[in-house]
T-cell receptor, first 116, second 113 residues
Framework: GAVVSQHPSRVICKSGTSVKIECRSLDFQATTMFWYRQFPKQSLMLMATSNEGSKATYEQGVEKDKFLINHASLTLSTLTVTSAHPEDSSFYIC????????????FGPGTRLTVL | GDSVTQMEGPVTLSEEAFLTINCTYTATGYPSLFWYVQYPGEGLQLLLKATKADDKGSNKGFEATYRKETTSFHLEKGSVQVSDSAVYFCALSARGGSEKLVFGKGTKLTVNP
């Protein structure tokens, strides 16, 4: 099946710094990528949807200036958490869908962010 | 808005036991319904799906039937294995699996030998 990778798998940073998380579709072209956030013992909450070459569409309540999403190519999307604070600590998961994937989203393994 | 409610876990079963994980949904229109599985240390994988009422999705011995009258999509397996230990997520999409997904909270299943 289609493979989606995320990097890094885990990151610890100091409060006030910015962190970039990469999401790559390894063997297919992802026309659409999704970014989710998962709190402990909670469901995945969609943060934003990005289509290659266009601005991301953010869900209500998600600060677009804080969570910068770039989908510059058909195989790469990045999520940058700017001026991170401890409350941004969470598990961030991306998924991708494209022509090869058809009607299916393929998920990355997630990135654990801890802000001290 | 759309929402998914699935049974609270964790669920612990012995090998070869019968599994049911309940899932109900609230949505306008006719959503597509999914079960995703997350094995330890891995990303979510699509387990099965159904796109219209009365459809039955099945994979790896798991089944779920899209019941519009009860707005449910319960996951079942007749005989679980230790390798089925994972977290299971019920989800819906208003317009198909390549569109945004709304997830339930997930149910952790542990199968003991």
């Amino acid at each position: 099946g289609a493979v989606v990778s995320q990097h890094p798998s885990r990151v610890i940073c100091k409060s006030g710094t910015s962190v970039k998380i990469e999401c790559r579709s390894l063997d297919f072209q992802a026309t659409t990528m999704f970014w989710y956030r998962q709190f402990p013992k909670q469901s995945l909450m969609l943060m934003a949807t990005s289509n290659e070459g266009s601005k991301a569409t953010y869900e209500q309540g998600v600060e677009k200036d804080k969570f910068l999403i770039n989908h510059a190519s058909l195989t790469l999307s990045t999520l940058t958490v700017t001026s991170a604070h401890p409350e941004d600590s969470s598990f961030y998961i991306c998924s991708a869908s494209g022509a090869r994937g058809g009607d299916t989203q393929y998920f990355g393994p997630g990135t654990r962010l801890t802000v001290l | 808005g759309d929402s998914v409610t699935q049974m609270e876990g964790p669920v612990t079963l012995s090998e070869e036991a019968f599994l049911t994980i309940n899932c109900t949904y609230t949505a306008t229109g006719y959503p597509s319904l999914f079960w995703y599985v997350q094995y330890p240390g891995e990303g979510l994988q699509l387990l099965l799906k159904a796109t219209k009422a009365d459809d039955k999705g099945s994979n790896k011995g798991f089944e779920a039937t899209y019941r519009k009258e009860t707005t449910s999509f319960h996951l079942e397996k007749g005989s679980v294995q230790v390798s089925d230990s994972a977290v299971y997520f019920c989800a819906l999409s208003a317009r198909g699996g390549s569109e945004k997904l709304v997830f339930g909270k997930g149910t952790k299943l542990t199968v003991n030998p």
